[in-house]
Every structure is written in C-alpha cells, then in structure tokens.
Antibody, heavy 120, light 107 residues
Framework: EVQLVESGGGLVKPGGSLRLSCAASGFTFSSYSMNWVRQAPGKGLEWVSSISSSSSYIYYADSVKGRFTISRDNAKNSLYLQMNSLRAEDTAVYYC?????????????WGQGTLVTVSS | AIQLTQSPSSLSASVGDRVTITCRASQGISSALAWYQQKPGKAPKLLIYDASSLESGVPSRFSGSGSGTDFTLTISSLQPEDFATYYCQQFNSYPQTFGGGTKVEIK
C-alpha cells in the first residue's frame, strides 16, 4: 500500500525556519517525481515545489523561491522541504504528493498533510 | 504563470443531478489538465488526468473534456458522496497552478 506521511509542522515565529519531511512507503520512491502542495486555512490548493526522481529537475512557486528548498533522499525514501524566512502567509497545511508513474499528468497519492503556523 | 479560472465557485445540486464545472486557462495548455476532489479535512483525490482520462478506481459518472483553454468536469448523476470541493490543475508548464475550486453543496 502506498503511504506518504508528512511530519515537522508546527508553530514558528515570522522569520523563522522549519523543515518538513515526507516518509514514503509501498512503492519504489526513487522512480517518482514528488511535489509539495499547500493549503491555507479555508483556501484553495497552491502548488509549492517539485523535484524529479533523481533530483535533476527542481521547480518552485514564485511565492517561495529563494526561501524554500526541496530535496530528497532516495536511500531513506524521504522527501523534504526546508522553509526559511517564514511569513504569516506561509501558514497552511502542507501536503506531499506523488506524480503519476507515467509522467507529469496528475498527483495520484497524497499524504495527510502537516500544519505549519507562522505567528508571533 | 498560467491562471486557471473555475466556474462556478460554488453550486447547489440534488442527488441524481447532472453537474458541470468549468476550468478556463489563461493560455493554451493542450490537454495537460487534471481534476481533483477534496472533502473537508482530507487530502485531494485525483479524478481525471490528461483532461479526459479517468484515474483508476474513480466511478464512471465522472468525466472530463476539453483542450486548449476550456475544460469541463461532469458528474453525470450526483451521489451523496460527491458533495465536495473540486479543483483543476494544469501541467503544461511550471508553476503547476490550481484553479480556485468549486464547492458542490447539497440543495
């Protein structure tokens, strides 16, 4: 069974840092591109970042570029999001999501999400 | 960035109704569009990819159509478990933007 489990969320002050993790199981993690998607309370979905299977290709939303860093460790079946210089508008549930095996056409598995709250 | 505009933002419908949701892209995206369903407190669920391909395990009452800039998600006969919020997402280019969502409520 495919499972994605996020962790690392919490309360952080503006300007602070946080590192999210996503532990993957039930599939060959090293074969899939992965993404982070966030959802502010009561709002819609926002794509945050994408990383290819071998980390060769990395993309960011303009809203997080220069502040967030996506990475992965295929040996540990884990995806990460390092978030620096956090702002109130970064408050959201952060989901990790797997790309369909045959290409960038949809996210077929999602984690349960981890809540990040940026507040003083 | 490519903007996706969904309409309506919300709708009320009854069980058994045919429901249509529209997603319009600010520029052509070929068929690089997916649709998701999200229920409160849950992660999104993939319904449709490549604009019209049904994801495995998704009921056949869901269908997608369109290409270029105009896309449609149709639920042929609304069921009680279909009351949720629906989002489109484009995969034509980065950033992979989402539409604003359409909330389907019980009439």
């Amino acid at each position: 069974e495919v499972q994605l489990v996020e962790s690392g969320g919490g309360l952080v002050k503006p300007g602070g840092s946080l590192r999210l993790s996503c532990a993957a199981s039930g599939f060959t993690f090293s074969s899939y591109s992965m993404n982070w998607v966030r959802q502010a309370p009561g709002k819609g979905l926002e794509w945050v970042s994408s990383i290819s299977s071998s980390s060769s290709y990395i993309y960011y939303a303009d809203s997080v570029k220069g502040r967030f860093t996506i990475s992965r460790d295929n040996a540990k079946n884990s995806l990460y999001l390092q978030m620096n210089s956090l702002r109130a508008e970064d408050t959201a549930v952060y989901y990790c999501a797997r790309v369909l095996w045959f290409g960038e056409k949809g996210f077929d598995y999602w984690g349960q999400g981890t809540l990040v709250t940026v507040s003083s | 960035a490519i903007q996706l505009t969904q309409s309506p933002s919300s709708l009320s419908a009854s069980v058994g109704d045919r429901v249509t949701i529209t997603c319009r892209a600010s520029q052509g995206i070929s068929s690089a569009l997916a649709w998701y369903q999200q229920k409160p407190g849950k992660a999104p669920k993939l319904l449709i990819y490549d604009a019209s391909s049904l994801e495995s395990g998704v009921p056949s009452r869901f269908s997608g159509s369109g290409s270029g800039t105009d896309f449609t998600l149709t639920i042929s006969s609304l069921q009680p478990e279909d009351f949720a919020t629906y989002y489109c997402q484009q995969f034509n280019s980065y950033p992979q933007t989402f539409g604003g969502g359409t909330k389907v409520e019980i009439k």
